[in-house]
Every structure is written in structure tokens, then in C-alpha cells.
């Protein structure tokens, strides 16, 4: 999304409202998939007169990515505090600054910045999810297995576990 700042560069001082819908390409966040949906932006903007712009905004999103137990999907909300400051030029003492040429403001750094603030470090479908079993893989929400029964771990992966110690003492 981007933002015409024109009126903004000329009047300095004078503070402008806008609302935005911004749109972010899925990323990767702690090796995780992660993908806002919904993203929305409100708030205000001005120029400081050095012909910087200064903007604040409240963004709301969706957040969708995978529950860090049992893999399955999860959406979380997401409400984020945008106060970004652009210029014209990179500020080598000012790595926090966002740049921007002729009129054109672009909302999706900043906006994707925030929002990565305000994740959680890991998703959970649901607070006690159990997870899969390490032996078989399976939805423990869904499905039992007797794998963990008695400490007796037998199961397809138990013999690659050996074979991995193993091949570690060599
Ligand atoms: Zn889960
Ligand atoms: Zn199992």
C-alpha cells in the first residue's frame, strides 16, 4: 500500500488521517511459516519539515501459521503500534529510519515490522495441545497410540534412533 504524502510535504506540520488495507507476501519467522491476512492500518501522518514524514498507526491482522506442538494450522489476532519515521535519504545513525522517494510513502515495512513484534514466539492450536507422539506421529489430540505405553518405545523411528547413537559413539 502506498501513501500519497504530497499534501503532507507542503504543509508542514499540518497532520493527515489515513486508513489502509496492506498485503504481506508469507514469511518465515523463527523457521516457521507465518502469513498475515486482514491487515489493516489507521493513523495519521505528518512532515516534520526536514522533509521527513512521521506516521503512527494501529494495524490489526490475522496471523496464520502452525501450532509449534502438533503442526496443525492456527490463526491468531494481531494488533501492532506503528510510529515510523521516513526521509528521503538512509540515516547512517538512524538504522530505525524508513526511506521513501517522491510522494510515494510504502506502509509494508513498517507494517510487517510491528506485526512481527507482537507474535507470540510459538503458536499452540490450543493450550494443552498434546502434540504428536515422537514414535509414530500421531495426533495425539486426535488419535492415542500405545507406543508410550509402559516405556517401551517400539515404533519405526525407534530403530533409526539406534542407529543414529550408534553411529555417534563411532
Ligand atoms: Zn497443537
Ligand atoms: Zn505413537
Known sequence: MTLDVGRALKNPGQVYPFQASVTLPEMEVLSDPVRFEDIRAEGEFFCTGDHRVSLRAQVGATAHSRCCRCLEPVQVPVEARVDAIFAKEPDPDDPDLYTFE?????????????????LPLQFFCKPDCKGL????????????????????????FSALKDYVLNNEEV
Open 133 to 156: 507422539c515422537p514414535v509414530c506421529g500421531v495426533n495425539l489430540n486426535q488419535e492415542t497410540c500405545s507406543c508410550q505405553e509402559g516405556n517401551v518405545v517400539t515404533g519405526p
Open 102 to 118: 517522491g510522494n510515494a510513502v510504502e506502509l509494508e515495512e513498517p507494517v510487517k515490522d510491528a506485526l512481527l513484534l507482537e
